[in-house]
């Protein structure tokens, strides 16, 4: 599994999500709460993720959240669903 480099990409969003000022409060909320979501199964040697095609789906939909006016962080989340889509989910 590419455990280092999920814990990687999430360290980058939430420095991106804690540093971007002009993101709406829910938003970040939103954001925050699904990396705390992956970041807890990637580390659950119990959890099986092969084939969790919500998960992605939730990611892909918050992406388009972002996408207009916060580019960097779109950026990222296209990066974690790469590698989630890499990893067979």
């Known amino acids: 599994m590419h455990t280092h480099e999920m814990s990687e990409i ?31 199964r990637i580390h659950d040697p119990e959890v099986d993720m092969n084939g969790d095609q919500f998960l992605l789906t939730r ?5 388009k959240e972002y996408e207009a006016n916060h580019p960097k962080i779109t950026n990222i989340v296209g990066r974690l669903s790469d590698l989630l889509a890499r990893m067979g989910i």
């Open 59 to 63: 990611l892909k939909d918050a992406a």
């Open 10 to 40: 999430l360290f980058e969003l939430r420095t991106e999500l804690a540093q971007n000022t002009n993101l709406e409060h829910h938003k970040r909320q939103i954001m925050e709460a699904l990396a705390d979501e992956i970041d807890a």
